[in-house]
């Protein structure tokens, strides 16, 4: 039941879009429709600087941080050090892939 949560929690973790909130709180404006028209943080700080991309970035660092932790609690020691597979590594996957899939995005 871990493993299930840890997973679920890494795609709710994952597809939380910063780079397309922050500019939106902040300035009004869709990061989709400026410079490369990704939500990601390097296109946040080529459009808008270090005031809007350094705070992106550090949120991306931190739901990828808090999406391995979830991983960690679920299954305990990492790969190598246990002999029970760890969840971190089957929540990564669900974080790597939520670029493409953002449940909270409007569509364009």
Not at 41 to 57: K, M
Request: hydrophobic share 45%; proline share 7%; net charge positive.
């Amino acid at each position: 039941m871990k493993e299930a949560l840890a997973i679920l929690g890494g795609y709710v973790l994952g597809s939380l879009p910063f780079g397309y909130w922050v500019p939106n709180l902040v300035r009004g404006d869709d990061i989709r429709t400026k410079g490369s028209g990704n939500v990601g943080a390097s296109n946040v700080f080529r459009v808008y600087g270090r005031s809007l991309g350094i705070p992106v970035a550090l949120l991306d660092v931190a739901k990828g941080f808090a999406a391995a932790s979830l991983g960690l609690w679920a299954g305990g020691a990492l790969i190598g050090v246990s002999s029970r597979p760890s969840s971190s590594v089957r929540s990564a996957p669900d974080r790597v892939s939520q670029p493409c899939l953002h449940p909270h995005l409007p569509r364009v």
